[in-house]
Nanobody, 126 residues
Framework: QVQLAESGGGLVQAGGSLRLSCTASGPELIYSHYNMAWFRQAPGKEREGVSAISVGGSNTYYADPVKGRFTVSRDNSKNTLYLQMNSLKPEDTAMYYC?????????????????WGQGTQVTVSP
């Protein structure tokens, strides 16, 4: 019902910046009705939620390690989700996934999202 595609990953030195994008598509998709989130997973580690944004964009969530460095936003007219990543650190290195189809309650992601993108690799060198 929903297809997600990420872009914008790459290799950057510590202290640098990247902007990730996620475009949603699908038959009869009403993008503005979906909460959206970014997850990441590094080799040998569990997948973790990085950031999330509510349907209307008024509520956001950031994991503690990225607070003050990452900014999530969305442009519903373009069916696009963004993650601006500044002051990147080596520990930010991971595969980043866009996700939707979940509840966003009390400022956090509830349950496992139903829809996932293919992922985009972010690598931060020391």
């Amino acid at each position: 019902q929903v297809q997600l595609a990420e872009s914008g990953g790459g290799l950057v030195q510590a202290g640098g910046s990247l902007r990730l994008s996620c475009t949603a598509s699908g038959p009869e998709l009403i993008y503005s009705h979906y909460n959206m989130a970014w997850f990441r997973q590094a080799p040998g580690k569990e997948r973790e939620g990085v950031s999330a944004i509510s349907v209307g964009g008024s509520n956001t969530y950031y994991a503690d390690p990225v607070k003050g460095r990452f900014t999530v936003s969305r442009d519903n007219s373009k069916n696009t989700l963004y993650l601006q990543m500044n002051s990147l650190k080596p520990e930010d290195t991971a595969m980043y996934y866009c996700a939707s189809g979940f509840q966003f309650e009390a400022g956090h992601i509830v349950g496992v999202p139903k829809y996932w993108g293919q992922g985009t690799q972010v690598t931060v060198s020391p």
